[in-house]
């Protein structure tokens, strides 16, 4: 990812229901429309039962536009009716940041 | 997870090598020695090819003394020479956050 401290984080964790058709289409639909948006800096996920998908941006100001956009406001309410059991969102302030690699 | 904003978040990103005999357990047992940890607020890992691990502390005092348990140094030590190919600590400062449950 671009970037170097001071930046943003949202944190995004979530259970989804047993029922997720379209799920899959629509998360990947995000995520590359996440990548198009102003401020944008980078995107990780994982999921074994629970998903944890980390974004990072610029400013505060980026994530309320992401957070705004009109087909992540489809998406966010699409979620809440049919896919998610749960998420939890954090917005964080990135500090410091080392890596390793071999 | 306890506590409410603001706290502190340290967002451990990872890929392994192939090779990783030992990984496992050596991650439970770190897992079950941070929860023990003064200041320790939570914690929340998801793997596919790239693992995430959240954890969650008071402040940036517990983070320190977390990173120096001498046991944790070891598995530090163990996890570059061996499991690790890849990995990136970002320490941030959550500063706001907000959840669903169905």
């Known amino acids: ?5 001071p930046y943003y984080a949202v944190i995004f964790t979530s259970l989804l229901n047993k029922e ?5 289409d629509m998360a990947e ?11 944008y ?13 980390v974004s990072y941006w610029e400013s ?11 087909d992540h406001l489809f998406a966010q309410q699409k979620g809440i009716k049919d896919w998610y059991a ?12 080392y890596d390793f690699t071999k």
């Open 1 to 5: 990812m671009k970037g170097k401290p």
């Open 20 to 24: 997720i058709s379209g799920y899959g």
């Open 29 to 39: 639909e995000m995520e590359n429309l996440a990548k198009v948006q102003p401020g």
């Open 41 to 53: 800096l980078g995107i990780e996920s994982a999921r074994e039962q629970l998903g944890i998908t």
């Open 60 to 70: 505060l100001e980026a994530i309320a536009n992401w957070k705004a956009n009109t």
């Open 86 to 97: 749960y998420y939890k969102v954090r917005i964080c302030l990135v500090e410091r940041e």
